[in-house]
Structure formats: C-alpha cells, structure tokens
C-alpha cells in the first residue's frame, strides 16, 4: 500500500499529515533489527505512557559442577511488576527443588529492586500446578493453544 492509498479500516488521523513515500508489508523469519526496534520504540513509548522508566532484566543461573547450565530463569522487574519471562531446569534436576529456588530468588531479586507484584504464564502440559503451589493466582487462560492446550496467566502479591 503507498501512502496515497487509503485502507478502508484505518482512517487517517486528523492533523498527521500523510507521507510522499511508498510503504511495503513483508513477512519472513526472525529478524534481529526489527526486534531490536520494536523493543527500543515500545519501551520508549510505554516509559513515557506510565512513567515507570525502563525495564531492567535479570538473570538466575544453575551450574553443574562442571560449571555447564542446569537449570535458569530470565525475567525483568519495571514499574513495580517483576516478570518471568522463561524458566527451565534439566531433566534429570527436574523435582529436586531447582525450580522452586530459582522463583525464590527471582521474587527476592523483584522485592529488593522495590517490585510488589510478580507474573509468569505456562501451558498446560508445563507447569500450572508449580506456579499454584508457589502462591500464585490464574489471572486468565487461552484455550485451543497451543496445539489444543491452553495458555495460562499467573499473579503473585509479593514482598508483603
């Protein structure tokens, strides 16, 4: 679509005027700018939106003795809200309690940097039951994915 092209379902907004170039939509594979991109442009947008400034992410590690990963969990803390964005243990740990510590210290890591509430979403074949013994609330669900699953939301009040 170029600029002078008008889509029926967006109407221009008032007082923006409309740019003398030609636009094109391509899908593809991951790419690395554009994500980079769209991380600085919606941080910017929503620090400004909320005022709560930039999100900070952190990192908890696992180590072998070897000193290989054997377990991990990344997340970020922003606005009072610490977040988990991806958690694993290996296989073979799985049960022994790693996940556990691994949330512990996220949360402790949340309160020290002044968070008060915590979220994590898992899939029904993962891991909801962990969360639910951890204290955490289902806050939604998405049924049908992925693959027939569901993909559910988490909430925990924490440094109280």
């Known amino acids: 679509m170029t600029a002078e ?3 029926p379902d967006h109407p221009r907004r008032p007082g923006r005027p409309e ?17 980079k991109l769209l991380d600085e442009e919606l941080t910017a947008f929503n620090g400004v939106a909320c005022g709560a400034g930039t999100p900070e992410e952190f990192s908890v590690r696992v180590e072998d003795a070897a000193g290989e990963p054997a377990g991990g969990l990344t997340g970020y803390v922003w606005g009072g809200l610490c977040a988990v964005h991806l958690l694993w243990v290996r296989e073979d740990l799985r049960g022994a309690g790693w996940g556990s510590r691994l949330m512990r210290a996220a949360e402790e890591e949340g309160v020290r940097r002044g968070c008060t509430d915590m979220t994590v979403s898992t899939y029904t074949f993962q891991a909801p039951g962990f969360y639910r ?10 049924p ?7 993909d559910v939301s988490f909430h925990k009040t924490i440094g109280e």
């Open 144 to 150: 049908g994915v992925p693959g027939g699953h569901a």
């Open 19 to 35: 740019a003398a170039v030609r636009l094109s939509l391509r899908t593809g594979g991951q790419d690395d700018a554009l994500e």
């Open 133 to 142: 013994k951890l204290g955490f609330r289902e806050t939604g669900r998405t």
């Open 5 to 7: 092209q008008h889509h």
